[in-house]
């Protein structure tokens, strides 16, 4: 027997437990589809490596879909400054709140903690069916919609098919979208550090010749490092002892924090620039990372997926109250248009920083330099990057503003 939805999700991630929940809010029947049941409890200790800072648009989104209560139950951590400088020149960039009308810039949260709080929230609205463990084998076009095979044998149909299965979707490769893209040859180098010095709720990043080393800062007062390394590099320091790592840090980190005194366990993750040529297809659409994967140096991937969600959610409700049938592609076509330029220029600011930071000789790092104490002390450009990094930027769907789209 087949299972019929208005509505499926592929991969139940941040972005995927988002779109379901925001479309199960407007009251479209929904099936969440993920290979794992994602954990919804732990022990307080230790913190996840796997961190994200939250904009202010994503946190919006989040309290629209009634996760967020859940989310700053299990922990989050709001920093209010930022600051970012560069380890070979003078120049230095300060972003504070105070410049701001919020209290604060964002919030570093586990990604964990956002998948329990949204699939939390699933459970509480009768529009949605989350089905774990559900790998999907297959998907076809047919009279009635998409139909959705998963390994087990079951069977789902739906009018629609959202793909959020992440940077290497299987879907995307199902319905033949291709990838724009190429590797950075660095790896993300992740851990949660104890430093001698308080983080002050400061979100801190120092530009190396390799990369950026961020600390962001935790709820428990730890740091979270996320440290842009070459590939080879990443791999060296993996298999570093505790101590020796420790020591490499506390000198790349210019002593900005004191002794770095402890290090849980680190992994490193390769970085890609890569885009869907396409988003969507007949009845069926990208979002996350599945549509676009972007350098981590501003942490903006799952806030960029984030404003997918939403925007798609949007949509398909908006459609669905038209009585529109979800078969259309004018939606789609919508959707496309609205996500793609957005999540392009983020990528495309993203790779011109990495490479500018990746050139090495004196002269162009004293530009360099003097470009960002220019940002730094001009006030109107200095709000526009802000309210940028907050992802308070124009033409936002209706959930990241606040408001509902049901
Ligand atoms: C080092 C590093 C630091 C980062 N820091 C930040 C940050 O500070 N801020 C930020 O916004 N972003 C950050 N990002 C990016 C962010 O982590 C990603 O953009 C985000 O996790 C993408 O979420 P997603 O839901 O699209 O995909 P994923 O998190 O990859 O989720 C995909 C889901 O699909 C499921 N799935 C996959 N295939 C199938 C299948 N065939 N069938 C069923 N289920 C399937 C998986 O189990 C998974 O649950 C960072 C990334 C890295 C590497």
């Not at 994503?58 to 560069?86: F, H, K, T």
């Not at 504070?96 to 009308?101: G, N, Q, R, S, V």
């Not at 299987?170 to 990838?179: E, F, K, P, Q």
């Not at 950026?212 to 993996?238: E, H, M, R």
């Amino acid at each position: 027997m087949t299972d019929r939805y208005e509505v499926i999700v592929v991969g139940g991630g941040m972005v995927g437990a988002a779109t379901a929940c925001a479309l199960a809010h407007g009251g479209i029947k929904v099936a969440l589809l993920d290979r794992f049941n994602p954990e919804r409890q732990w022990p307080a200790e230790p913190v996840d490596i796997r961190v994200s800072a939250l904009t202010k648009a994503s946190q919006n989104i989040l309290e629209m879909l009634g996760a967020w209560p859940g989310m700053v139950q299990r922990g989050v951590c709001a920093y209010r400054d930022m600051r970012v400088w560069d380890a070979s020149a003078d120049g230095e960039l300060h972003f504070d709140c105070a410049d701001t009308e919020f209290n604060e810039l964002g919030h570093l949260v586990e990604n964990r903690v956002t998948v329990a709080a949204l699939w939390d929230a699933l459970d509480t609205l009768p529009s949605a069916t989350c089905i774990t463990p559900a790998i999907v084998a297959g998907m076809q076009l047919n009279d009635n919609g998409r139909l959705v095979k998963l390994q087990d044998g079951r069977s789902l149909e739906a009018d629609l098919v959202i793909a959020a299965d992440g940077r290497e979707s299987a879907l995307r490769a199902m319905v033949g979208i291709d990838i724009t893209g190429w590797d950075y040859h660095q790896d993300g180098l992740v851990a949660t550090v104890t430093t001698e010095m308080s983080h002050q709720f400061t979100a801190w990043q120092r530009f190396l010749d390799e990369g950026p080393l961020a600390f962001l800062p935790l709820k428990n007062g730890q740091c979270s490092i996320v440290w842009t390394l070459s590939t080879d590099t990443a791999k060296s320091y993996l298999a570093l002892a505790d101590e020796d790592f420790l020591q490499v840090l506390e000198q790349a980190s210019g002593g900005i924090l004191g002794k770095m005194l402890a290090v849980g366990p680190r992994a490193a993750f390769p970085l890609r620039f890569q885009y869907a040529n396409r988003y969507i297809d007949e009845r069926f659409a990208l979002t996350g990372d599945a549509a676009h994967a972007m350098h981590p140096l501003a942490g903006q991937g799952a806030n960029a997926g984030l404003l997918d969600a939403a925007a798609i959610a949007e949509l398909v409700i908006q459609t669905r109250q038209e009585r529109r049938p979800l078969s259309s592609s004018r939606f789609l076509r919508r959707y496309e248009r609205w996500r793609k330029g957005d999540n392009l220029m983020m990528m495309a600011s993203m790779d011109i920083i990495n490479k500018t930071y990746s050139v090495t000789s004196p002269p162009f790092a004293s530009l360099r330099s003097a470009g960002m104490n220019w940002v730094n002390n001009t006030a109107m450009v200095k709000a526009y990057f802000n309210h940028y990094a907050m992802g308070l930027r124009d033409d936002l769907p209706k959930l990241a503003k606040g408001q509902i789209c049901w």
